[in-house]
């Protein structure tokens, strides 16, 4: 663990587990209201966490993801990205969040998305997976 604050995207599969199934990902996301870790979004990401946490919400009754929403849209910082040279994923859904990443100058996505992580190493930004970063990052208290 590093004694500074980690700048960090969420890929939607963490956020929407945190949110919804708690675990290391919960961990992160308390983290970063805890001060510990500063995380970085785009309108598009928020539009993406929106609209996932909406469509599990009609599977799982009780979970609200509007509140989560609402913080980031309040405490995280809001980057605009600019478009990338070409496509860097796979899955061409996924390079918003290194676009993100690259206008936040954060150096860390955290993804369990295969595509994504096959990604690490783009100018610099390492994809990892949860249980990966909490290690590193976010020990447990």
Known sequence: MTGKTVN???DTNVFISAVFFSGIPYRILDAWRKGRVRLFV??????EYHETGAALAKEFKGVDVAPWIALLEAHATLVEP???PGQVC?????DMFIACALAARAHIICSGDKALLK???YRGIEVLKPREFADRYVPQT
């Open 8 to 10: 960090l995207v969420l």
């Open 42 to 47: 785009s309108r598009a990401i928020l539009a």
């Open 82 to 84: 600019e478009s990338l």
């Open 90 to 94: 796979t899955d061409p859904d996924d």
């Open 119 to 121: 990604t690490s190493g």
